[in-house]
């Protein structure tokens, strides 16, 4: 059974990149744009891997992370925040929020598909 990766990112263009490159990788992915429907979503679709943009319109990022920690059905689930605001201290905030890992807009397929890889296993 393929694994499954939440992907919250409100610009439609890297969500599309990140949705295809993982399921070219074999992953079945549920793409998101709305941050407000971000908990019912992963509530439905069980993801094994969120990939969280920290950016989003109506809600931070950091606050999605942090709601998906609390609940006891999705504190499990690892996160990837990808933030194009990696300014000093904001990788120390997205880990307190609860994300396991991050990276840094634009981001290269090679070390997302690596930090993927570490987050999910095969």
Known sequence: ???RILVVEDNDLN????????R??????LGCADGNSVIA?????GP?????DIQLPHVSGLDLIAQ??????LAGVPVLAVTAYAGKGDEDRIRAA???????KPV???PFSAKVLALIGE
């Open 15 to 22: 969500r599309k990149l990140f949705c295809d490159v993982l």
């Open 68 to 73: 998906m920690k609390a609940d006891s059905k």
């Open 41 to 45: 979503s992963a509530h439905q679709f």
């Open 98 to 104: 609860g994300a396991e890992d991050y990276l840094a």
């Open 48 to 52: 094994d891997l969120a990939i969280m």
């Open 1 to 3: 059974m393929a694994k």
């Open 108 to 110: 290269s397929i090679g």
């Open 24 to 29: 070219a990788k074999g992953y079945e992915v």
